[in-house]
């Protein structure tokens, strides 16, 4: 079976920095997709950050570009989210996600197979 669990959430002020982390048990870990989506209420799931943990290519969502980092740990089955000087906009709930293909298949969330529970980032201004 498997498992996302996420770590690492919280509450910042604007300017502020958070590290997101998701151990994934259970999974092939090799050559699939890892990332995270996030979840504004009344927004729909947008993706955020993703990293191919096959070759180590990251994609970014153009809001968060310059402020976060995917970075992965082969040895702990473990990707991060690094996020830096951190906005208001930023608030939401992050969903850890993965996938067994190339992360070009994932960027709609209905496409993703397997989810962590989420964890709250809150900034303030």
């Known amino acids: 079976q498997v498992q996302l669990v996420e770590s690492g959430g919280g509450s910042v002020q604007a300017g502020g920095s958070l590290r997101l982390s998701c151990a994934a048990f259970?999974?092939?870990?090799?050559?699939?997709?890892m990332g995270w989506f996030r979840q504004a209420p009344g927004k729909e799931r947008e993706g955020v950050a993703a990293?191919?943990?096959?070759?180590?290519?990251?994609y970014y969502h153009d809001s968060v570009k310059g402020r976060f980092t995917i970075s992965q740990d082969n040895a702990k089955n473990t990707v991060y989210l690094q996020m830096n000087s951190l906005k208001p906009e930023d608030t939401a709930m992050y969903y850890c996600?993965?996938?067994?293909?190339?992360?070009?298949?994932?960027?709609?969330?209905?496409?993703?197979?397997?989810w962590g529970q989420g964890t709250q980032v809150t900034v303030s201004s």
């Open positions: 259970g999974y092939t870990y090799s050559s699939n997709c």
């Open positions: 990293i191919y943990t096959g070759g180590g290519s990251t």
């Open positions: 996600a993965a996938g067994p293909r190339a992360c070009r298949y994932y960027s709609d969330s209905r496409d993703v197979p397997y």
